[in-house]
């Protein structure tokens, strides 16, 4: 039997949580034909796995790179930490449709910075995702807010029934052209006055179409347990199943609430579909003005227009030079984004460990100085918390960050090693691997990727990306499911 590509003696995680096996696994064109033993067959190359581990490409399904793949579409920040596929258009935010592209509206500055990367219908961001391919595939959701911006004259109002059937109408058909799902970001000011009966509306549209509604929740700090319950709520009253974004409990205050909220999803998940998502992160990050620093111990700038100078400097610093408090530099400041410590560890370990908990960066890529989360993410989680502090087993973390989410999101052929299955790949060393990225240092590869393959071409080899953009956008198709 032949092949394009064997990768010969590797230990085998195939993405479904069963322990590990070594053996062979084939490729041949853009799909997996053949794992196991493969000792009888040959191939054009052969890449040794010895004293490795070859699984399933990651699947991030929380990132804010909806522009980041046209603009930067070697996507070295996930294809070095072994990310082959993404889920973009989150927290309310998507770069289509938007009926005026002609300047990017404040809410949308956050994750686009250019406006030949809006899209007025959702079939054209597809086209031109087709057509210009990055090294990464791709599905991507439709931002409440985008929506919002083209029907709701003003954003602090709850949008009104003609209002809300306009919203209704675009999602439908974004829908039929191929996102995988509504996302909503009631956090921010601009989906803010959305009431329960708004998303409610919009979840039906997801429901509809089996798609799944997403949610960067109204309060994650002092009323999460609120903000719960109306998520459930749009569930139980639309019947589409929900989908907690980069769930977590901010603020001193609020230190081990996990312990709660798990339960009320514990409850939920008997009756409704629900899913979640989480960092391994004590630090999350966002516009500077997003009131977050009230909350947090200690506040980084990850970059600042009017002074570039200050990333990754402490806002309290900033304030002590200026001689000024911290509310005034920090509106000196704007426009910025901002990295705030507010949550407590035990919380982010309870929740990666809960049973269905899948793992994603929320990574948003620009700036001198982002997040660590963009680079170093899964490696973090592979190296610190499954093999230093044994928090779960490293075949159970990669099935957080393959099956899992490709199962939750109905990306069929995606998720695991198997005959049939995409040769989307990581080989990685167990022993070595661990993020590079810090956050005084943040822009670095993970350690211990050896290679990534994205359907069966390889994108990063050795420490370095290989200009491959074999990435395709993708659809879902296979149904969602509870995980
Ligand atoms: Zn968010
Ligand atoms: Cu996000």
Redesign the pocket.
Known sequence: MQADLIIRGAEIIDGTGAPRRKGDVAVTDDRIVATGDLRNWSAGRVVGGKSRVVAPGFIDP?VHHDAALLTRPDMEFMTSQGVTTVING???FSVAPLKDTSAVPEPLRMVVEDENCLFSTFAAYRDRLMSEPSAVNAACLIGHTTLRINEVPDLGRPADPGQVQAMSRSLDQALAEGAIGLST?T?YPPSRAAPISELIALARIAQAHGKLYVT?MRDEADRVVEALEETFQVGRESGCGVHV??HKCAGLANHGKSEITLRMIDQAIKTQDVGLDTTPWVASS?ILDSGRHKQATRVMIAESEPHPEFAGRDLDDVARLWNTDIDDALQRLLPAMGIFFIMDEADVQRIMSYEHTMICS?GIPGGSHPHPRVWGTFPRVLGRYARDLGLFTMEESVRRMTSMPADRFGLGGRGRIAVGAFADLVIFDPANISEGATFERPIAPAKGIDRVMVNGREVWVDGRKTGARPGRPLEQTAPVKVV
Do not use: V
Request: proline share 0%.
């Open positions: 929380h989150n927290c309310g970001g956090y960067h974004s980069h966002t929320d």
